[in-house]
């Protein structure tokens, strides 16, 4: 049979002809793939799972009975478009009990959106325009990265390395990227380095942004999630609403990672921007999710003891790794943990990147991690590992420790 036409069709954005074709497997695949072999070649061995990215738990039992509640409801079932004004009340609301933030309007300065992954989908249609530049920090979420390439921009990176505090570096960047940039994304505290902004960074910023013309879009999906520190918003730095907006999200903070419910604030345009890209990809998200999500921002105890679990967990997974060799330290926020992979094993095998020791932890000892070789060689723990209870956690722990115990690391 003769190849379908439908191959010569798709955009070049995806490969044109190609598409599909490429036999590169990307470093998510192979973790699967990975865990699959380990669990085959070890039949009846735990295997403990560090890369998951999401929430090992349930929602909090009030949100889900205020879903149900609200799904009975006739007045729900229909489209909410750009979202309930109930709920833009409530993030103004959370906005200035969490952060400080006054002053917001309801009608003007924020949006829900289906997800922040979405949301950020979408800001490049607001802005870019073949040519234009959007600055995105690396390692890091690159879904607005992604779109602005299929809109023909071009994506600039700015590295975040560990002398900097894993912060960009802006006087790295030349005077003709800086003219040709739209759009400036921030992620803190960030994934994957768990690393927090400051207030001095923010201010830079600000100014960065007023200096050269340039939209910021502050990622704020682990806002509440800090360990060393009060939570930051971008919005609460002097004249930040001038130059961007942050997205908040509900999924780590509040364990609702399927619901998909977020939302946009801060300046005004930019949220009008967005709501009319919005308008023509979506309809909103459920009434009844939204009026959920508002019993979510009303309760931020549910965040606080989600906050002791992650902390309890990470200083168990720091301990552990420095016992055998690692130089791990408590990260300032979100559920992850950034350290160095190791060069080698003594009288063992060498790891040329943080990926090869990915896989041999995966392979050797059943510890699945997520490798970043983007800047330097690390791999990254999430605390969102399957444990029931503070016993459980600790067994996992002291399991793990022993596993590794029995080789010795090269730095």
Do not use: C
Not at 192 to 198: L, V, Y
């Amino acid at each position: 049979m003769s190849e379908s036409y439908i191959q010569s069709q798709f955009a070049d954005r995806l490969g044109g002809t190609q598409f599909g074709k490429d036999t590169k497997i990307y470093k998510f695949e192979k973790i699967k793939r990975a865990k699959r072999a380990a669990l085959e070649a070890n039949p009846g061995k735990e295997l403990f799972d560090m890369g998951v990215g999401e929430p090992d738990e349930m929602a909090d039992a009030g949100v889900i009975a205020a879903l149900e509640q609200e799904a009975r409801k006739p007045e729900n079932r229909g489209y909410t478009d750009n979202g309930n004004d109930a709920f833009k009340e409530a993030a103004v609301r959370y906005m200035e009990k969490q952060f400080g933030v006054k002053g917001l309007d309801p009608k003007k300065h924020v949006n829900h959106t289906i997800g922040s992954k979405p949301g950020l989908a979408m800001t490049p249609l607001i802005f870019i325009n073949p040519g234009d530049v959007t600055l995105m920090t690396i390692p890091g979420y690159p879904v607005m990265g992604t779109h602005t390439q299929y809109l023909g921009g071009e994506v600039v990176n700015l590295p975040l390395t560990e002398e900097n505090g894993f912060l960009p570096d802006l006087k790295s960047i030349d005077a003709d990227t800086a003219r040709r940039t739209k759009l400036l994304y921030i992620n803190y505290p960030n994934n994957p380095t768990g690393a927090n902004a400051t207030r001095k960074f923010y201010e830079d910023v600000v100014a960065f942004a007023k200096a050269n013309d340039i939209v910021v879009i502050q990622d704020a999906a682990y806002a509440t999630l800090t360990y060393d520190t009060d939570p930051i918003s971008f919005l609460s730095v002097p004249g930040a609403m001038d130059v961007g907006v942050e997205f908040h999200s509900h999924s780590k903070a509040y364990n609702m990672t399927g619901w998909r419910i977020a939302f946009v604030v801060g300046n005004e345009l930019v949220v009008k921007g967005l709501a009319h890209v919005k308008d023509n990809i979506d309809s909103g998200q459920f009434a009844a999710i939204q009026n959920a999500g508002i019993y979510a921002l009303e309760h931020p105890e549910i965040t606080a003891r989600i906050v002791e679990k992650y902390k309890r967990r990470l200083r168990l997974l720091v301990d552990s790794l420095n016992s055998v060799g690692f130089k791990a330290s408590m990260p300032g926020g979100s559920f992850f943990l950034f350290v160095k992979a190791p060069k080698g094993i003594q009288g063992g095998p060498r790891f040329d990147n943080a990926e090869a020791f990915s896989q041999y932890l995966i392979t050797e000892h059943l510890i699945s991690t997520v490798p970043w070789d983007d800047v330097g060689n690390y791999v990254r723990f999430s605390a969102t590992f399957a444990a029931k209870d503070e016993a459980e956690e600790v067994r996992i722990m002291q399991e793990i420790k022993k596993r590794l115990a029995t080789v010795k690391f090269e730095f």
